[in-house]
């Protein structure tokens, strides 16, 4: 395996523990201990890597040159019902994860433009990396289908009574667990991955300045 499919590998491993825990903090921020008793407000990988999610789907992304890039960890526990703000409250906590992400992306692309202008390649073309992997992470989870958080996110801040609809729907998917996940990334890895990809890159390239 090559030194720079290693080094991404890393950079999206830890990249979904990161996401993961930010959920938790949020969650702690407005009242719920769930992930801090759970023992998961920790970037130690092992407490949060899903053997699939997590290494083989990801190494197998990297090492066929797919265009798409994405993994996932074990999700971070939390019960809404311990949230102060009853109202937003998921809203917060779901965007927290994407929020996070794209952060990472935007610190670590001023990097790799300050190395690029100082002739600092190798570090320019790490940082680059962890740019490109934490906009995949973040915008791919804004897309509003469930499980992703973009769909949580905007039944939070829906009224009352459409937000029922949509929590109504979201159980009955979650009834498929796992089998759910596999067929919203077929589905979009057949439909949506060339153009999502494009945005991507289209968004990279501004942000990194190449």
């Known amino acids: 395996m090559q030194p720079d499919a290693i080094f991404t ?54 090492l066929t040159n797919s265009s798409f890039l994405f993994g996932w960890a074990k999700p971070v526990p939390y019960n809404p019902f311990n949230l102060k703000n009853q109202r937003y409250g998921e809203a917060f906590v779901a965007f927290a994860g994407v929020g996070t992400n794209l952060l ?8 790799a433009r300050f190395a690029f202008a100082n002739d600092m390649t190798t570090f320019a073309v790490l940082a680059s990396t962890v740019t490109l ?3 995949y992470l973040g915008l791919f989870n804004l897309i509003p289908i469930p499980p992703l958080d973009g769909y949580t996110f905007l039944r939070a801040i829906l009224p009352p ?36 990809s494009m945005f991507v890159t289209f968004v990279y390239r501004a942000l990194v300045g190449i």
């Open 133 to 135: 992997v934490n906009l």
């Open 9 to 62: 590998i890393v950079v999206l491993i830890m990249s979904v523990v990161i996401h993961e825990v930010a959920h938790g903090y949020a969650a702690y921020a407005l009242g719920d201990p769930t992930a801090k008793l759970a023992k998961r407000l920790t970037l130690n990988p092992i407490r949060h890597l899903d053997p699939l999610g997590s290494v083989i789907f990801p190494a197998i992304l990297v």
């Open 104 to 111: 990472l992306a935007v610190i670590f692309a001023l990097l």
């Open 161 to 196: 009574k459409n937000a029922m609809v949509f929590l109504e729907f979201e159980e009955r998917l979650r009834q498929g667990g796992f089998i759910t996940l596999i067929v919203v990334l077929l589905v979009f890895s057949y439909f949506f991955a060339a153009p999502f």
